[in-house]
């Protein structure tokens, strides 16, 4: 989980953790959608994508 400058501030062990922690961290954030959201975002590499407020990408991956 990075914040929108791109500065590293929380790891998570898989997305399924990500994605507990954005629903209950976030207000409109439903567990049942949240991973697989965070998930596109990662694998889009897209700097001007986010999820929830946030930029995500997967560990050892940069974004273009």
Do not use: P
């Amino acid at each position: 989980q990075l914040d929108l400058e791109g500065n590293i501030i929380n790891e998570f062990f898989n997305l399924m953790d990500a994605g507990r922690w954005a629903s209950e961290h976030v207000s409109k954030a439903r567990y049942t959608t949240c991973a697989t959201r965070i998930r596109e975002v990662c694998v889009n590499h897209n700097r001007k994508c986010t999820a929830y407020g946030y930029r995500w990408q997967l560990k050892g991956r940069s974004i273009d």
